[in-house]
């Protein structure tokens, strides 16, 4: 369990969201909803775990526990509804439904245009990480079934954090694990919870707004988008900050002293075509 110390508090306003010409240097996509279309077959495991254990469940209760880590949502779940069952006795019978019904299902593939997006992150140098409440053996399973685990090798779960989404922790360790301060972190959301997990860290937030994810308010995420296509029509308007800009630096290399050698002094960023070797090359006149 990683222990995030933050004196942000989950409703805290305190926290000063980066302004938009900041830039972007690295992307903490959500899990379910927003990499996979999930949440309907977790709202259906859902119902049927509750009628088992006698929760009478509205929609719009149901809907508020999109985003939240199974154990958080059951305690909420007992603690709501007056029921006896310990939390263990419930989460055991549930995670084992969840893991049943996901690893049976056909239908998990990535959200269309996904992979377009994560291959212009990965062209322009970005670091990814997912950051899901969602168990780690279930992110794995979604990782391997619909083959976007080349894409993530930073995989958090809101299970390692001491408070799940929407605490910031989870996306607090995100940026801890790529390296990268939250202020340079974008975060991509599909509910309420995870917005506003995102905001209480000090990253901007674009709310993903999939209907498969029931009544989501993402008025609090910076930008608001309904497909991936959206999404890639206002890259130009995001300032992510190109970090593998062999190409395009070499082209901005003329800025610098030329020598007599036809060497311009200056800052160059370079990266192995083949490898993931990267590195900086400084030419100065000495
Ligand atoms: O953080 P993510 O990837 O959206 O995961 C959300 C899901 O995580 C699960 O643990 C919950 O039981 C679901 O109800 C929830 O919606």
Not at 60 to 65: C, F, I, L, S, V
Request: a negative charge.
């Amino acid at each position: 369990m990683t222990t995030i110390h933050h004196d942000a508090q989950p409703n805290n306003e305190s926290v000063r969201s980066p302004s938009a010409s900041v830039p972007i240097k690295a992307v903490i996509f959500d899990m379910d909803g927003v990499l996979v279309d999930s949440e309907p077959i977790y709202f259906e495991i859902e119902r049927s775990s509750f009628a088992h254990f006698g929760a009478p469940m509205t929609e719009e209760e149901h809907h508020t526990y999109v985003g939240v880590t199974l154990e958080s949502m059951w305690r909420q779940v007992l603690d709501r509804h007056r029921l006896t069952n310990s939390v263990e006795e419930v989460l055991s019978y549930h995670r084992k439904n969840v893991m049943q019904t996901m690893t049976a299902h056909e239908g998990l593939v990535a959200i269309d245009g996904l992979e377009r997006w994560l291959d212009w992150l990965q062209e322009n140098g970005i670091p990814v990480a997912v950051a899901s409440s969602s168990p780690r053996a279930l992110i794995d399973l979604i990782m391997e079934k619909t083959g976007l685990g080349r894409y993530f090798n930073i995989r958090i779960t809101g299970e390692e954090v001491s408070q799940g989404k929407p605490a910031p922790d989870i996306f607090l360790h995100a940026a801890e694990q790529l390296g990268i301060a939250p202020a340079h972190c974008i975060v991509i959301e599909d509910s309420r919870n995870g917005v506003q997990a995102a905001k209480s860290a000090g990253m901007r937030c674009i709310g993903f707004h999939n209907p498969g994810s029931g009544q989501q308010d993402l008025s609090r995420a910076d930008r608001r988008i309904i497909s991936y296509d959206d999404l890639w029509a206002i890259k130009e308007g995001l300032p992510f900050e190109e970090q593998l800009p062999a190409k395009n630096k070499s082209r901005n290399a003329p800025e610098g002293i030329i020598m007599p050698l036809g060497i311009h002094t200056g800052e160059y960023h370079l990266s192995c075509p083949v490898c993931t070797l990267r590195g900086v090359l400084y030419i100065e006149l000495v």
